[in-house]
């Protein structure tokens, strides 16, 4: 991506520091937002941001978060129903949770685990028990 848009940019020769929150809190956004929503290059500033990960600073009238790069790339894996995407934290898809929740032996599946999951952890506080 050629940076030529930068010679356009309203914030051509301001100071750097006015476009990082984390030096000045909400106020310095805020008003780094403003310089932004008069740029002719906003678009290409903001294109520039995501294309480069760009993690600090407002770029393009966005914050890091409003880019979505604030914890780095989005952690998943694969739905244990279908394999497709979902949140590192969730187990299934919204579709699979729903066929999952509804389907008699899959339920009965989780019951199980869910009473073996119980007794383990019966056992291991027992042990805790006597042993300290």
């Avoid at 995407?85 to 032996?105: I, K, L, M, Q, Y």
């Amino acid at each position: 991506m050629s940076g030529a848009w930068r010679e356009e940019a309203a914030c051509k020769g301001m100071d750097p520091d006015g476009f990082h929150p984390s030096i000045g809190g909400t106020t310095i956004a805020a008003n780094a937002k403003a310089v932004c929503r008069s740029c002719p290059v906003m678009d290409e500033c903001r294109a520039y941001a995501i294309a480069a990960k760009e993690r600090l600073g407002i770029w393009g009238g966005t914050s890091p978060s409003e880019r979505g790069h604030t914890h780095g790339p989005r952690r998943t894996s694969p739905c244990s129903g279908c394999g497709g995407t979902v949140a590192r934290t969730a187990r299934w898809c919204p579709t699979c949770e729903a066929e999952r929740t509804t389907d008699p032996d899959v339920a009965a599946r989780a019951a199980k685990r869910e009473r073996a999951r119980v007794r383990s952890a019966k056992y291991r506080e027992s042990q805790a028990a006597e042993t300290g």
